[in-house]
């Protein structure tokens, strides 16, 4: 799956690389469903751990020395979340690839993961909107996710129009600051 994407995993194909009959394979895991959201719950844990270190990032070509500590933060957010993300390529995708089975929800800890990560998002928007409630400020997080989100995916698939890597990451990192900033300039209300 890493190395082919998640259309690309076989049973039968994994049971062959791991050396082992493809019975092994079952008595470990339910399903072929159950080895996808194993890796993929990997792949969200390693990413919580890239966006831990986000603050370690340089984002001077990104953000102004009077922006505040939390327009950086979320700029910072956005680079690390677009350099794994191009690092990773295939087993970020199949994170959002993946579908369950009809009739069956998605594992708690794969929510909690998410949410997790949404977190890391969440805080600073604390600060820049301090009057949104907790439910508003979840939906936003996940707006802004959504955006920076919305651009690594084109981008890396190149879609719509074909952006080198670099100037794909400075767009990432433009779409949280303009977002973050305009953020600052905004007062939030109830129901907005």
């Not at 080895?35 to 340089?58: F, K, Y």
């Not at 070509?61 to 191009?86: G, I, N, P, S, W």
């Not at 295939?90 to 594992?107: D, S």
């Not at 979840?138 to 890396?156: K, Y």
């Amino acid at each position: 799956m890493v190395e082919d994407g998640l259309a690309a995993l076989k049973a039968r194909e994994l049971a062959q690389d791991a050396g082992c009959a493809i019975g092994m394979i079952y008595k470990v895991f339910q399903d072929l469903d159950a080895i996808i959201l194993t890796i993929n719950l990997s792949t969200l844990e390693r990413l919580g751990s890239v966006l831990a270190e986000a603050d370690r990032l340089d984002a001077a070509a990104f953000v102004a020395a009077v922006d505040r500590k939390e327009v950086k933060t979320l700029v910072r957010l956005a680079l690390a979340y677009f350099d794994f993300a191009a690092a990773n390529e295939r087993r970020w995708r199949a994170v959002f690839e993946h579908e369950m089975p009809e009739g069956q929800l998605v594992p708690q800890s794969h929510l909690e993961a998410h949410r997790r990560l949404f977190a890391y998002v969440e805080e600073p928007l604390r600060a820049l909107v301090p009057d949104a409630d907790e439910a508003a400020r979840m939906l936003l997080g996940r707006s802004l996710f959504s955006a920076v989100h919305g651009v690594v995916d084109l981008g890396l698939k190149q879609k719509l129009v074909a952006v080198p890597r670099p100037l794909l990451r400075r767009q990432a990192a433009l779409i949280a600051a303009a977002a973050a900033r305009g953020l600052c300039a905004v007062q939030t209300t109830p129901g907005n």
